[in-house]
């Protein structure tokens, strides 16, 4: 059974407003998967479907380090997330943590040439 079989992407490609964005794929989801598995303390923030990108869902670590993928529904990540043993949360509702945001910058400072 393929990842889209497993958790609901075929069903979630069908339907959605975004129309510049390309679809949810099975290595999204595995990436998602690999980084939880590879890090400590991680949680999902499920992005909402915009015009341009389908649903995306961000996984946070303990660290504050990130990726983004795209998901294709809110329910595919709750499903992955359940499946994981991880909390899932809606970004809209509580935000991105502030972990993240050092994380990035600091991040950015270290890869500045003008330090």
């Known amino acids: 059974m393929g990842w889209r079989d497993r958790f609901g992407l075929r069903k979630a490609k ?3 407003k975004a129309r510049f964005d390309r679809a949810a794929e099975d290595s999204d ?3 998602l998967m690999d980084f939880h598995n590879s890090r400590t303390g991680v949680e999902f923030f499920v992005e909402p479907e915009t015009f341009a990108t ?3 869902a961000v996984a946070v670590a303990t660290d504050g380090e990130w990726i983004r ?5 809110p329910d595919v990540i709750r499903k992955v997330a359940r499946n994981l043993a991880a909390p899932v949360y809606d970004v809209q509702v509580v935000g991105y943590p502030q972990r993240m945001r050092d994380w990035t910058a600091r991040n950015k400072r270290g ?3 003008d330090d």
């Open 14 to 16: 069908r339907r959605g």
């Open 29 to 31: 989801i595995r990436a």
């Open 54 to 56: 389908s649903t995306t």
């Open 69 to 73: 993928r795209r998901v294709g529904s």
């Open 111 to 113: 890869l500045s040439l």
